[in-house]
Nanobody, 126 residues
Framework: QVQLVESGGGLVQAGGSLSLSCAASGSTFSSYAMGWFRQTPGKERAFVARITRSGNRTYYADSVKGRFIISRDNAKNTVYLQMNSLTPEDTAVYYC???????????????????WGQGTQVTVSS
């Protein structure tokens, strides 16, 4: 059973940067892809980024492309989300997720992912 724990959220001013981490345990980390999603009150979780098992391919939502960077360190069982040029619209609870089952679903849908972290709040002030 995979367990995910996010960290690194907090309050930052617009234009600033923040780095999130997601530590995994319970399975071979390098055997599954990872994603980041975010959620604001009253809305469904929205896709942010995804990284393949080896880390050689990454995918981003248009809203964060060029500002966010997803990466992973398989030796440390950790996936990261570096967030730059933050705006108040980036305020949300951020979740990491593991794609264990490779369901035949778009990588941008939360149903594709099996296991989720507890989330970490990111607040960007104007």
């Amino acid at each position: 059973q995979v367990q995910l724990v996010e960290s690194g959220g907090g309050l930052v001013q617009a234009g600033g940067s923040l780095s999130l981490s997601c530590a995994a345990s319970g399975s071979t980390f390098s055997s599954y892809a990872m994603g980041w999603f975010r959620q604001t009150p009253g809305k469904e979780r929205a896709f942010v980024a995804r990284i393949t098992r080896s880390g050689n391919r990454t995918y981003y939502a248009d809203s964060v492309k060029g500002r966010f960077i997803i990466s992973r360190d398989n030796a440390k069982n950790t996936v990261y989300l570096q967030m730059n040029s933050l705006t108040p619209e980036d305020t949300a609870v951020y979740y990491c997720a593991a794609d264990l089952s490779l369901r035949t679903l778009p990588i941008t849908t939360q149903l594709r992912y099996d296991t989720w972290g507890q989330g970490t709040q990111v607040t960007v002030s104007s």
